[in-house]
């Protein structure tokens, strides 16, 4: 039983209070040795013979894991933009899951198959002229992956190979490091202003983690949008690199940080996160009906109508 709730429930908060039994977030941090990630019994089991794995079977989604290297190399594949819509968000969580799961996956490296953009954030489809109950839906799937992407205990790197406004700023700074392509046309950040929609304070808190308070109160009240320069100016993105390295660079800063061994980084981990994370937890339903009720406005549904309609004419 033990065993099964270590794999069923990892993750840097949830997993080492399960692993130990220990009820109160803020005392596990010690017991979080009995959970980290060495081999145990019952791990051969999910070993295979192959070297590549291919793990997620949605075409929105690929998730190849490397068993030699420990890495696994999750695309985001959804034309045109890569938005998150309800089901790209749903194969997200489920992937993240199954590496987290997963005890010879140390590290997963997160990148667009789309040559230009890396994600276009949440799909704004799915918060348009629906019912109630799918904006809640919705929202509980992106709390969902967030929840398993900064929760997790994995080495995350985003290869951010093209533009990734809102929701896609937000799963790249959920990685503890990010490469960016140095091509000036490419954007990030947190937009939601100029979509007259407001970030929501895991948003901030997430940005606050990467960037700071100054940094996150100046871009997320101007929706600011940074180009692969800028970003790394303000500690948005750690370093730029050509292009066409993106994805070579981030396997050699994977090695870097698989130096460090797993349980000793997973702890200080989640040692940065866990207040964030706990704060969301504590607070799932109430953030639900907020986001709920504050896209059902009438005049919310009038900023993003006129600013997808914006997004569809031709570019100057
Ligand atoms: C208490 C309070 C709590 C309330 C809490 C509320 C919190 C909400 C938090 C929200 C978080 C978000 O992520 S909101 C999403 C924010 N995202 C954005 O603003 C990104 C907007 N998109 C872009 O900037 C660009 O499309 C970009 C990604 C750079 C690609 O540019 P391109 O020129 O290559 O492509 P485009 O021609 O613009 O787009 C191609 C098609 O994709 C569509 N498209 C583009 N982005 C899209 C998107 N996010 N969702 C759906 N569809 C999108 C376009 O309309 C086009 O459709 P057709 O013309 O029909 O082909």
Redesign the pocket.
Same mark, same amino acid.
């Given at each position: 039983m033990a065993a099964l709730l270590l794999r069923t429930s990892r993750g840097l908060g949830a997993c080492l209070r399960v692993a130990t039994g220990c009820p109160s977030p803020s005392s596990c941090v010690v017991a979080a040795w009995s959970s980290a990630r060495w081999p145990r019994e019952g791990a051969v089991a999910w070993r295979t013979h192959a070297q590549v794995r291919h793990y997620s079977s949605s075409d929105k989604l690929s998730i190849d894991m490397d068993d030699k290297t420990g890495v696994a190399v999750l695309k985001l594949s959804n034309p045109?933009?890569n938005?998150?819509s309800l089901e790209l968000l749903t194969e997200l969580a489920i992937g993240l899951d199954k590496l987290e799961m997963n005890p010879s996956c140390r590290g997963v490296i997160m990148t667009s198959a789309h040559p230009? %953009?890396f994600s276009?954030?949440?799909? &704004?489809?799915e918060?348009m002229g629906k019912p109630t109950e799918h904006y809640r839906e919705f929202w509980r799937a &992106?709390q969902e992956m967030w929840l398993k992407l900064y929760g997790s205990s994995l080495v995350t790197i985003a290869a951010i190979n093209g533009?990734s406004?809102?929701?896609?700023c937000?799963m790249a700074m959920c990685c503890d490091y990010r490469l960016m392509a140095d091509n000036p046309k490419y954007?990030i950040g947190? =937009?939601?202003t100029?979509?007259g %929609?407001?970030?929501?304070f895991w *948003?901030r808190d997430t940005m606050m983690g990467v960037v700071g308070t100054r940094v996150t109160e100046r871009s997320l009240q101007l929706g600011l949008m940074y180009s692969p320069a800028e970003a790394v100016h303000v500690g948005l993105v750690d370093r730029t690199v050509p292009e066409e390295t993106v994805f070579e660079e981030a396997r050699t800063e994977m090695a870097r940080w698989l130096k460090i061994p797993d349980h000793a980084r997973q702890i200080t981990k989640s040692m940065m996160r866990k207040t964030t994370i706990d704060h969301l937890l504590a607070q799932r339903d109430s953030?639900i009906s907020? *986001?709920a =009720? *504050? %896209?059902s406005k009438d005049s919310i549904q009038k900023s993003l109508t006129a600013?997808?309609q914006a997004?569809?004419q031709p570019?100057k």
């Open positions: 045109p933009v938005s998150l230009h %953009i276009a954030g949440l799909d &704004v489809s918060m &992106v533009s406004p809102a929701g896609g937000l954007s947190l =937009n939601e100029k979509l %929609i407001v970030a929501p *948003f953030d907020n *986001f =009720n *504050f %896209i600013y997808m997004l569809r570019k």
